[in-house]
T-cell receptor, first 115, second 113 residues
Framework: GAVVSQHPSRVICKSGTSVKIECRSL??????MFWYRQFPKQSLMLMAT?????????EQGVEKDKFLINHASLTLSTLTVASAHPEDSSFYIC???????????FGSGTQLSVL | KQEVTQIPAALSVPEGENLVLNCSFT??????LQWFRQDPGKGLTSLLL?????REQTSGRLNASLDKSSGRSTLYIAASQPGDSATYLC????????????FGKGNQVVVIP
């Protein structure tokens, strides 16, 4: 089946550090990728939608200058958490929509801990 | 705004019993509905996708039904196994310009050996 690779799986960093998370669709082209945030025992919350070659669309309340999204190719999107603070600690998950069948495939997630 | 509710939030069943997980959504104008499985600290695995024009989808021991007009979907897992223990998430995709995915909070399932 289709695979989405998300790296790194875990990041522990100091406050003020910028963290980049990569999301790759390995065997399909994804014109659209999504970034989610999940707090413990809560549902996924959509942060932004990124379309290849264009600017990401951010959900209300999500700071675009804090969460920088780049979708430079049909198989790669990156999320950079700029100057991370402890309140940014969370589980971040990406997903990619297979253009041929509309199915969504998810990465394995990145647990970010900001000290 | 689409609201997705999953009931029950958590349940435990003995091995071998059938599981019934419910999902309801407030806006029936959906493109599709998808059921996912999430293991602790992991990403999501897609289980079944039902297009808005379909009534159900089946894969092995899993069967998902969709009643779009009443805003409901049910995931059935037959003859549950301990390996089925996980959180099951229901998500709907809106139509047209509202193609975002709206998730429920999940059904946390424990299958007792």
């Amino acid at each position: 089946g289709a695979v989405v690779s998300q790296h790194p799986s875990r990041v522990i960093c100091k406050s003020g550090t910028s963290v980049k998370i990569e999301c790759r669709s390995l065997d399909f082209q994804a014109t659209t990728m999504f970034w989610y945030r999940q707090f413990p025992k809560q549902s996924l919350m959509l942060m932004a939608t990124s379309n290849e070659g264009s600017k990401a669309t951010y959900e209300q309340g999500v700071e675009k200058d804090k969460f920088l999204i780049n979708h430079a190719s049909l198989t790669l999107s990156t999320l950079t958490v700029a100057s991370a603070h402890p309140e940014d600690s969370s589980f971040y998950i990406c997903s990619a929509r297979d253009a041929t069948n509309e199915k969504l495939f998810f990465g394995s997630g990145t647990q970010l801990s900001v000290l | 705004k689409q609201e997705v509710t999953q009931i029950p939030a958590a349940l435990s069943v003995p091995e071998g019993e059938n599981l019934v997980l419910n999902c309801s959504f407030t806006d029936s104008a959906i493109y599709n509905l998808q059921w996912f499985r999430q293991d602790p600290g992991k990403g999501l695995t897609s289980l079944l996708l039902i297009q808005s024009s379909q009534r159900e989808q089946t894969s092995g021991r899993l069967n998902a039904s969709l009643d779009k007009s009443s805003g409901r979907s049910t995931l059935y897992i037959a003859a549950s196994q301990p390996g089925d223990s996980a959180t099951y998430l229901c998500a709907v995709t809106g139509v047209g310009g509202n193609n975002r995915l709206a998730f429920g909070k999940g059904n946390q399932v424990v299958v007792i050996p």
